[in-house]
């Protein structure tokens, strides 16, 4: 088939865990889309990446929840270009950055207060808004 996809120097996808189907691509193209396939369906099976961390193993299945198939391997389709080895160097560099995404781990949220300033802004705003809005009302018309 073809050679493993290097993410980084640990990481890779091995290419016994690709499967790589042409097909024919949808829209427009002329007499050309009905007979050559030029779309690429690349197909991960994602248990069979190597070099992968537990937590990075968890971030790659978060970002690939929805691009799977019934058999739980990550689908990626290109056919951004009329060739087809150039939709299936696209697709490999779709899995290497989506790979390598799933590397990067995210910062720690550190919770921070507003400023006291910025709460009495909100104050000083909703009184204006209370003033104005009771200025409308039809004098004496008391609640």
Do not use: Y
């Not at 978060?62 to 270009?81: E, N, P």
């Not at 550190?110 to 409308?136: C, I, Y």
């Amino acid at each position: 088939m073809s050679e493993a996809i290097v993410v980084s120097g640990l990481v890779r996808v091995p290419a016994r865990a690709l499967t790589l189907r042409a097909v024919r691509a949808s829209g427009p193209g002329g007499q050309n889309v009905n007979k050559v396939a030029t779309k690429v369906d690349l197909r991960v099976d994602l248990d069979a990446i190597e070099g992968l961390s537990e937590a990075a193993r968890a971030r790659l299945d978060a970002l690939a929840r929805h691009r799977r198939d019934a058999d739980g391997r990550l689908v990626i389709t290109s056919q951004a270009s009329r060739n087809q080895a150039r939709n299936v160097e696209d697709a490999r560099d779709k899995v290497r950055q989506l790979v390598a995404a799933a590397l990067v781990r995210p910062r720690p949220r550190v919770a921070t207060r507003a400023p006291a300033g910025a709460g009495e802004r909100r104050l000083d705003v909703k009184r204006r808004r209370a003033t104005l809005k009771r200025a409308r009302t039809r004098p004496g018309a008391e609640d």
